[in-house]
């Protein structure tokens, strides 16, 4: 079982940037791939990034990659999405997600999900 917990969501000006994290509590942290889901009003949620159990691996949807950037500090039990450029269709509830097993993640069916925060872009 593993807990997790998102922080680092907010308004910003389309350009600008956030960092996300999500804090993870429970069984060990390094056991785990980790991936970043967002949805908007209105539409499913979608797929945003991952990061394999060693940092190693990382996949992006085509809709951020070049923007933004997921990365883990398994010794602070902690993995990040670092979002550049931001644009008004960034604006979503943002969520943190794990399990054991990359392609789940990627998949979108990770076993454990935190509970998410809100990124708001304005134009």
């Known amino acids: 079982q593993v807990q997790l917990g998102e922080s680092g969501g907010g308004l910003v000006q389309a350009g600008g940037s956030l960092r996300l994290s999500c804090a993870a509590s429970?069984?060990?942290?390094?056991?785990?791939?980790m991936g970043w889901f967002r949805q908007a009003p209105g539409k499913d949620r979608e797929f945003v990034a991952a990061i394999s159990r060693s940092g190693i691996s990382k996949y992006y949807a085509d809709s951020v990659k070049g923007r933004f950037t997921i990365s883990r500090d398994n010794a602070k039990n902690t993995v990040y999405l670092q979002m550049n450029t931001l644009k008004p269709e960034d604006t979503a509830v943002y969520y943190c997600?794990?399990?054991?097993?990359?392609?789940?993640?990627?998949?979108?069916?990770?076993?454990?999900w935190g509970q998410g925060t809100q990124v708001t872009v304005s134009s």
């Open positions: 997600a794990a399990d054991s097993v990359f392609s789940t993640v990627i998949a979108g069916t990770p076993d454990y």
């Open positions: 429970g069984r060990t942290f390094s056991s785990y791939a």
